[in-house]
């Protein structure tokens, strides 16, 4: 069982529909965890960070936590082509900043 | 804040020869984390210093791979007598101290094995 899973997609959704990208983790020791976006050829780029259970919002983008279902989740407000990409969830262990484990991405296609 | 920069960004060589990638992180972080990123996966953890100590290392990585962060500020990624299996992104990241702070990739060297 890998630690970090997530649907390989693709994920299709219509523009300006709201993207859902989840993940689950099977290491309790995971404290934070963070989503990525990679365009392809290029190098993942930061999008949010979430470290509590719940919501957290920054603009279109809302990360949530569920530690108790061990699972994180990114929801995509108002998609569009521009977002298309993959979309990388990976958790770290609580309390330090040590290595990060990454699922395999999902990968996103929004239409026209 | 000029972003993590890595060179060279390809590499093309033959089986068996050394090459060496070089990684400078942004400008007083002193974490820094190499990773490799093969097609269809998500990036799989290396090494990682704080400073110029390397503080851990991956059980999957070969002893042909070595690091380097001889002054705390930028690192190099050494891979010896390399495989065609090493055909890979080598990613770099550094971050700040303290507690969950994100890491922040810089553009990768696309390493090809001939």
């Known amino acids: 069982q890998k630690e970090v899973e997530q649907n390989s997609g693709p994920l299709s959704v219509p523009e300006g529909a709201i993207a859902s990208l989840n993940c689950t983790y099977s290491?309790?020791?995971?404290?934070?965890f963070f989503w990525y976006r990679q365009y392809s050829g290029k190098s993942p780029e930061l999008i949010m960070s979430i470290y509590s259970n719940g919501d957290k919002e920054d603009g279109r983008f809302t990360a949530q936590l569920n530690k108790a279902s061990q699972y994180v989740s990114l929801l995509i407000r108002d998609s569009q082509p521009s977002d298309s990409a993959t979309y990388l969830c990976?958790?770290?262990?609580?309390?330090?900043?040590?290595?990060?484990?990454f699922g395999t991405g999902t990968r996103l296609q929004v239409t026209l | 804040d000029t972003g993590v920069s890595q060179d060279p960004r390809h590499k093309i060589t033959k089986r068996g020869q050394n090459v060496t990638f070089r990684c400078d992180p942004i400008s007083e972080h002193n974490r820094l984390y190499w990773y490799r990123q093969t097609l269809g996966q998500g990036p799989e953890f290396l090494t990682y210093f704080q400073n110029e100590a390397q503080l851990e290392k991956s059980r999957l990585l070969s002893d042909r791979f070595s690091a380097e962060r001889p002054k705390g500020s930028f690192s190099t990624l050494e891979i010896q007598r390399t495989e065609q299996g090493d055909s890979a992104m080598y990613l770099c990241a550094s971050s700040p101290l303290g507690n969950n702070q994100p890491q922040h990739f810089g553009d990768g060297t696309r390493l090809s094995i001939l």
């Open positions: 990976a958790g770290g262990p609580a309390g330090t900043a040590s290595k990060l484990t």
């Open positions: 290491d309790r020791g995971s404290q934070s």
